[in-house]
């Protein structure tokens, strides 16, 4: 009986000890089970946290969308390329790139290439050990889809939000950060190259400057996980373009201010815009090359 | 006795599985949400597992050209007791400072409880629509109250083991092209 007793014992610290480390992983998703869930002690002071949220690249190309840039399939990343990666880095961040060249050709309904850039997503994703994404559901929607262009950009925006859902569930936020940092670099990458001629004031290199905003996010996202030598290693890749962006300078807006015509929204962000000059956007495109080919060369 | 002992262990070894279904995964609350058309939705939206008695910050970027529609959801568990603060870093103007809910919860009051909207003769989840001038931007500072068992501990005992609720909590964005502008 005291044998059993001492089992019981154990058994019992075990769960408890299994427990408490599961906090915050994945799990079940009914609403029911966190109304009465309390965590009593055992739970590190942290008083504040702080999440930096970047833009898929399908919420950059949707601007492209709206424009008038073209479709230029020897800017990407050939998906032959995969076999140059071999480390966890390379794989990571070059699946944020060919996220966002999937991206870019799905928003240019290209459907083969589309395939193409999916199934080189889907290999690497089982390398980085997140094939669990593409289930059976996902798969069949992308079985399913002929040259419809609103089904094809969901699909794969719906696949890219999945990853990140994902990452997030499971605790593999470093990941996460290279994957986000990828799609951004290879983002930037196409749009600069997608720019023949700089023109002040439009919209392209309007978006260009408000990236500013978003490599300050980016760079205090990598700064939260910069613990890891990956990590580390990409911020210090990322320096050169972070002094290039630093360098940008907000201007008062002088034309007339327009106001939406519904009184419920709320106008934000004043009248002064991120001012992108040639010179600067000649840097920024030959930066952003410098690191986008080190990824994909993986040099 | 062998075969009481090896249920015993059975049934012990079954119920760490169960507290692992129990954790939270706050992502997939997203999936819950669809949008309102003319709006799509837009992948800044997060939820994350929040605690009683913490604040949390997001930081994303309004781009101009779009207009933003910003709503926010939370675990029962808070009991909407959460406040929720935006500032538009461009211009460091606090353009939302509200509590999740208030006595009467009318339209632009509060954040989290429903509203009954005359116009569409319903009750409406409300939400705060942003038109970005220039890119600028939004730090959403979201305080979720200490609970009342966290109060207890602390008063009867400083060095009692603090109690604190976990649930998620969702902001949920979506945006549309901005068109809808004029003098």
Partial sequence: MNSLFKIIKTLVFVVISVSIVSCGQGGNDSEDIFDDSTDQGFIKQVESQTYYLIPSPEGLFSFIRDGDLKYVKDILNPTANMDKYIDTRSKELNFGIYSADLAYVSSFNKYQESVDYLNTVRTLSDEIGISAVFDENLIGRIDNIIDDQDSLLKVTSDSYFSIVRYLESTNRSKSLALIVTGGWIESIYVVTNLIDTYQKGSDVVQLLADQKLVVDNLMSYLDQNKSDDNIQRTINDLKNLQKIYDSLVKKETETEKLKPKNPDVIVVGGSSKIVLTKEQFDALKTEIAKIRNKITKNN | ?183
């Fill in chain 2, 1 to 183: 006795m062998k075969t009481l002992k090896f249920k015993i262990i059975l049934l012990l070894l079954f119920i760490p599985l169960n507290i692992f279904a129990q954790s939270l995964d706050c992502s997939s609350r997203l999936k819950m949400r669809q949008p309102t058309p003319p709006y799509k939705f837009n992948d800044l939206s997060k939820s994350a597992q929040c605690l009683t008695g913490k604040t949390y910050e997001f930081v994303l970027t309004l781009t101009k050209g779009k207009e933003y529609r910003m709503s926010f959801f939370a675990s029962p568990v808070f009991n909407n007791d959460i406040q929720f603060r935006i500032i538009d870093l461009n211009t460091n103007q606090k353009v939302l400072d509200l509590p999740g809910e208030t006595e009467a919860s009318s339209k632009g009051e509060c954040v989290l409880k429903s509203y009954f909207d005359d116009k569409q003769n319903k009750l409406v989840h409300p939400f705060f629509t942003f038109y970005p001038e220039s890119s600028t931007q939004f730090k959403i500072i979201i305080k979720v109250a200490s609970s009342e068992n966290a109060n207890d501990a602390e008063s009867s005992n400083f060095n009692a083991p603090e109690t604190r609720k976990k649930g998620c909590v969702t902001v949920y964005i979506q945006d549309r092209k901005a068109e809808d502008t004029g003098f």
